[in-house]
């Protein structure tokens, strides 16, 4: 079948050429008088015939080839070429396989049991759905792997093992026993009291990243655990990297975005940043980056809407700050500023 607008378009152009085709009459008539007339009968009559066949043969003939459409459509995701970890499965001759706890945008998150001390522990592996993948999310794990080699700190997740098993690479982590933040305030308002308990802690933690001249990048409430016994736990160092003068990768967390790492900058400023927009998630259960143009009022917010102390309100609002020369320009003076 031929479409509406292709019918318009034939109809258009015969009816262009029909027109042309009856001046031309019309000057023969003019001309040769009754013998005009009868030429032009007949060629009335051809000429009608022709556009007929014409039209037939179109309505026959198979449809033209639609041009490409300028809208991409991506392939179906691949399935991961890492070898899946099934129960009962040990690596590295040491660390049993209990389940498959979580797959994350760099990383799959595996719970196994460490026989050599029959506790917990965590499993990490890179995903590898694409060549990119591949490169990248592998690179992030070695990274990862070597800083935690050399952090010592309560606050912040241990290390206990990597190795290559299969060319796969493997990182072991402790077991946290406990929940996230961002899922265990989700839909309730944690008091003051305990918030600057967990904001001296992540601060201290965070001075000790620091000062191994390294920015987390990915501070937000779904990275840091907090235990059963009510302390808090740094995780996932997968951005982990140098301070940033240049342009260097984009890392956004929705929600709690730090401004100059949506453009690819970061240094210590920036964990400065996430640390303020944490402890808001953790008295409002709001994301800093779901109030817009309120940013601007948050310690009004704070104290206002949410009983929060002026001094605690002010510290947060500060370290909010979208310009990192207005923010507390280290951890520790924040820290002093906020828990001192």
């Not at 027109?19 to 000057?27: D, M, P, R, V």
């Not at 890179?126 to 606050?155: C, G, S």
């Not at 104290?303 to 510290?315: H, L, N």
Request: charge should be negative.
């Amino acid at each position: 079948m031929i479409s509406p607008m292709e019918t318009a378009s034939n109809l258009k152009k015969s009816s262009g050429v029909f027109h042309s085709i009856c001046i031309l009459l019309f000057i023969l008539w003019c001309m040769f008088g009754s013998i005009g007339i009868a030429i032009t009968f007949y060629l009335f009559f051809a000429v009608g015939l022709v556009l007929l066949i014409v039209d037939r043969a179109r309505s026959k003939a198979p449809p033209r080839a639609q041009p490409a459409s300028k809208i991409e459509v991506l392939p179906e995701a691949q399935p991961t070429a890492v070898k899946m970890l099934e129960p009962t499965m040990v690596l590295h001759n040491r660390y049993e396989i209990v389940k498959q706890l979580k797959v994350g945008g760099m990383s799959i998150i595996t719970l196994g049991l460490d026989r050599t001390t029959e506790s917990r522990c965590i499993i990490k592996r890179p995903r590898l759905d694409t060549e990119f993948d591949q490169k990248v999310n592998v690179e992030k794990l070695e990274i990862e792997a070597n800083n935690l080699r050399q952090f010592n700190h309560p606050n912040i997740v241990r290390y206990i093992d990597s190795f290559v098993e299969d060319n796969i690479p493997n990182l072991i982590v402790e077991f946290i026993d406990g929940e996230d933040m961002l899922s265990a305030f989700s839909s309730k308002q944690a008091d003051e009291a305990h918030v600057l308990k967990w904001a001296d802690q992540i601060l201290d933690a965070l001075k000790y990243i620091h000062d191994h001249h390294e920015v987390h990048r990915d501070l937000n409430p779904n990275n840091i655990m907090l235990r059963k016994d009510d302390d808090v736990v740094i995780i996932d160092f997968g951005t982990i990297k140098p301070p940033a003068v240049s342009g260097g990768t984009e890392v956004r967390k929705a929600g709690f975005e730090v401004p100059e790492q949506v453009l690819g900058y970061s240094d210590e400023r920036s964990d400065i940043y996430s640390v303020g927009g944490t402890l808001f998630y953790l008295l409002t259960s709001r994301k800093p980056g779901d109030i817009g143009t309120y940013i601007s009022r948050v310690a009004d917010m704070l104290i206002k809407e949410y009983g929060v102390s002026e001094r605690t309100a002010k510290c947060i609002a500060q370290a909010l700050k979208m310009d990192a020369g207005s923010r507390f320009q280290s951890a520790e003076v924040m820290r002093n500023a906020l828990c001192g």
